[in-house]
C-alpha cells in the first residue's frame, strides 16, 4: 500500500533539519509546517503557487520589519 505523498513530507522535513548541521542554512519548509501540504506544494520537494506566495509573503514582511 502506497502513502500519499502528502503524508511523506513530515519525515522528508524531519531528515533534512537532521543532516543539515550548517548555522546558516534557512529550512524554509518550516513555514509550513502547522498547514496542510497540499496546495503548498507540487509534490513532496517542491512549492506550487500557494507555496510560493506564502514564502515571498514571509520574506516581504521580514524585510519590512527589519530596522535599517
Known amino acids: 500500500m502506497s502513502v500519499p505523498w502528502t503524508e511523506t513530507i513530515p519525515g522528508l522535513n524531519l531528515a533534512i533539519r537532521r543532516n543539515i548541521k ?3 542554512f534557512h529550512f524554509i519548509a518550516e513555514m509550513f ?6 496546495g503548498f506544494y507540487v509534490d513532496s520537494a517542491h512549492y506550487g503557487d500557494r507555496g510560493n506566495r506564502r514564502i515571498a509573503q514571509v520574506i516581504a514582511d521580514d524585510v519590512k520589519n527589519t530596522e535599517p
Do not use: F, L, Q
Open 22 to 24: 550548517e548555522h546558516s
Open 33 to 38: 509546517k502547522e498547514e496542510t501540504y497540499e
